[in-house]
């Protein structure tokens, strides 16, 4: 079949690679209806994580289950699934409080390579769901936001305890936070500021519900938001980007006793006395998407939210070297790859 390998920073070729097969009897197979980049796949593609040789890139999907192992009961052939880019036997102590991207068992998606034909999905009955029928062509690329970006801007809302009569800001407009903004907006903030200097991005945070656009990073940025809400600093932050800088400015618009959801994949040391003066909550870490599917999905089928409208380029899989380079060069928010 044919997938997306990186070889090297900024090298992303689509080859030939080895048919996947079922391997542990709770496998299945799916034919990808539609994958797609994830802005942490610009990391390595950047060099600022290392490769370990050709790597087969990619963890989000959406697809029809071609073959289940003789242990999976509740996924068939023939299911439209999506899952999240840990699988997780969704039994575990860790699973049952909701943290099923840290389960005792998970298997990482991203080793499988889903920028693909087909996928490998380990632990399939604890990974995946499934919509009640094939979903309309249209739901699809909102389907697939649901995989990741969605539900890890989901998981920061929540973790930032985004809710009514809060202020919220969101540090990030790429697609995980616009996806920030708009789990915010479902979680019935009051007001909600987007951090962004593009205007299209500014655009879409908009009309998934942002009221405050601001367009000043660090000090500056940090100072807007304290302008926004009375000198205090916003209930509630969710962090979107992940570098030292990203989360500080995060941390330091929140008002002590706030709270900072962090979804972006952190790299870089925290300064320990500038977190203990913040006295702010902090939650985040890899998304347990898993825990917000079935609530996502229903949101996604009777058409609430449109997740999908992040997809700004939509390429066939063997053009997923154009599409890295377009996320990279920020001329698209999100790709879409289409096997
Ligand atoms: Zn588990």
Redesign the pocket.
């Known amino acids: 079949m044919r997938g997306a390998v990186m070889h090297a920073p900024g090298d992303v070729r689509v080859e030939e690679r080895g048919e996947p097969r079922i391997v542990e009897p709770t496998d299945a197979i799916l034919r990808m209806s539609a994958t797609c980049i994830c802005g942490s796949d610009l990391w390595p593609y950047r060099g600022v994580d290392a490769l370990d040789g050709p790597t087969p890139m990619g963890h989000e999907y959406a697809g029809i289950v071609e073959e289940v192992g003789s242990e999976v009961t509740t996924i068939k052939p023939g299911q439209f699934v999506i899952g999240s880019f840990f699988a ?5 102590e ?2 049952r409080a909701g943290y ?1 991207s840290s ?3 998970r298997v990482g998606i991203g080793t499988e390579g889903s920028q693909a034909e087909r996928l490998r999905v380990p632990l399939a009955d604890g990974t995946l769901v499934a919509t009640p029928g094939v979903p309309a062509d249209d739901l699809v690329p909102s389907l697939l936001a649901a995989s990741d970006v969605l539900g890890t801007g989901w998981f920061g809302a929540v973790a930032a305890e985004a809710g009514p009569g809060k202020t919220v800001a969101v540090v990030g407009d790429g697609a995980v936070g616009l996806h920030g903004v708009l789990a915010a907006k479902q979680l019935g903030a009051e007001r909600i500021i987007a951090m962004s200097r593009h205007a299209s991005r500014q655009q879409l945070a908009r009309e998934y519900g942002a009221t405050d656009i601001v367009e000043e990073r660090g000090d500056d940025g940090v100072a807007a938001i304290k302008e926004l809400t009375n000198g205090l600093g916003a209930h509630s932050v969710i962090e979107a980007v992940g570098t030292q800088e990203s989360m500080m400015q995060a941390i330091r618009a929140t008002r002590p006793g706030g709270h900072v959801g962090y979804v972006g994949v952190t790299h870089g040391d925290l300064p320990g006395d500038q977190l203990f003066e913040s006295a702010t909550h902090l939650h985040g870490g890899p998304a347990p998407v898993r825990r917000f599917l079935p609530e996502l999905l229903g949101l996604i089928a009777d058409r609430t939210v449109d997740p999908g409208r992040v997809f700004d380029l939509t390429l066939p899989l063997e053009q997923a070297a154009e599409g890295y380079a377009a996320m990279d060069e920020r001329r698209a928010i999100k790709a879409l790859l289409t096997p």
């Open positions: 997780s036997d969704n039994t575990c860790i699973c099923q389960c005792v068992h």
